[in-house]
């Protein structure tokens, strides 16, 4: 009699274990565009009207193509009430092809934010917009509200409600720490050039920040299953001398809080990695790293990093998602597949994924490709 397989959740759990699943974990990221394009609607009912909202688009796409998540699920809101005054949107330009821009407005101070959104039918907002690239002002003369937007819970009940609708299908996590100061803007860099004290204050607020919310998180009646450290392009803004002053501190102290707690850490970010790999797995307790992305728009070898690196941290990666994923045929898929499992599955501690987001054109039958070769491919026995 064969013996039974692991559902998601238990597969990934082992994994984080550092023990040996029944087979190679698989959770290529699909964070916005795939689910989105799933739904069938326009991009902003998700995006402005939460209808469905993308954590629930996401796990219903997690579900079909049965894959091993919950990694990307981590916009709960202000989870621990400590982010500081709330934002909200307003809709500060209509285009007669149907697009929209939005602008978010703190009552609490009066403040409009430096940046706007442009929403579209068929791609997630562009974000980090200037209102003057948009022919708008800085301050808004006139805005709307959004309409018809459907009520969810925030929080932590929010939380809760995400965690029992993902169910077996994987883990999920709360966000804690940061692996980059600099948000991830050309304003920043030069504001951090000309003057870098700012950023020196942030982040000892950030450190008193990961203080008081890994007390909170030790005190959870439900803990969770790793905690979310890190975002994207960590050393794209930053040069790695910026990062160990501005943002290893953070890691180091969330990663140390959470080990001492037995929860894992997960570290998300796309863009040159290889070095960050190298200093969170001989200078932090970091517990996954990803996506790992290959050149051009990386700098990581798979297998090089598993000989290096592999006894002292998970590898989640890294399959391309343009020349593989979104334009490679299933054989493709399933060649590629085969050879990161060959090149960093042995003894454990990998996680097949992808280097960064799937497109919004993602064939379904290559992501169904993926997940079969890891279950087939990836087996230990």
Not at 307 to 333: A, F
Request: hydrophobic residues 40%.
């Amino acid at each position: 009699m064969s013996e039974a397989r692991m559902t998601s959740r238990e597969r990934l759990l082992t994994v984080m274990r550092r023990e040996i699943p029944d087979c190679v974990p698989v959770c290529p990221d699909i964070s916005n565009m795939v689910p989105a394009r799933m739904t069938g609607k326009p991009f902003w009912r998700i995006y402005l009207h939460q209808d469905p909202p993308l954590w629930k688009a996401h796990i219903a796409a997690l579900k079909h193509f049965d894959i091993d998540g919950g990694f990307e699920l981590y916009d709960f809101g202000d989870l621990f009430g400590d982010i500081g005054p709330a934002y909200e949107s307003k809709i500060v330009k209509r285009y007669d092809d149907g697009r929209l821009v939005t602008q978010d407005f703190c009552e609490a101070t009066g403040d409009w934010s430096r940046y706007v959104r442009v929403h579209t039918a068929d791609n997630p907002p562009a974000t980090g917009v200037r209102p003057a690239q948009v022919g708008l002002p800085p301050i808004p003369e006139h805005w709307e509200e959004i309409e018809d937007v459907r009520e969810w819970p925030t929080g932590l009940d929010l939380w809760l409600m995400i965690r029992e609708a993902l169910g077996d299908q994987g883990v999920l996590g709360m966000p804690s720490g940061a692996s980059t100061l600099l948000v991830r803007n050309d304003d920043e860099i030069y504001e951090y050039f000309d003057d870098p004290r700012p950023f020196y204050d942030r982040r000892e607020e950030m450190l008193d920040l990961v203080d008081r919310r890994m007390a909170r998180i030790a005190q959870l009646a439900t803990m969770p299953d790793f905690l979310l450290c890190g975002a994207s392009g960590s050393l794209v803004f930053q040069s790695p001398r910026i990062f160990r002053e501005l943002a290893l501190p953070v890691l180091k102290r969330v990663t140390e809080l959470a080990h001492g707690l037995g929860i894992p850490t997960h570290v998300h970010s796309c863009g040159p990695e290889a070095e960050l790999v190298k200093i969170a797995a001989e200078e932090t307790h970091l517990t996954i790293i990803d996506p790992l992305e290959i050149p051009p728009m990386g700098d990581c070898n798979l297998a090089e990093l598993k000989r290096r690196y592999g006894d002292r941290i998970i590898l989640k990666g890294n399959l391309h998602t343009t020349e593989v994923m979104l334009r490679g045929s299933v054989d493709d898929v399933v060649a590629a597949s085969k050879q990161a499992i060959d090149d960093a599955a042995a003894g454990g501690g990998f996680i097949l994924s992808t280097g960064d987001q799937c497109g919004r054109d993602t064939p379904d039958e290559n992501l169904f490709a993926m997940v079969e070769t890891a279950r087939t491919y990836g087996r230990y026995d």
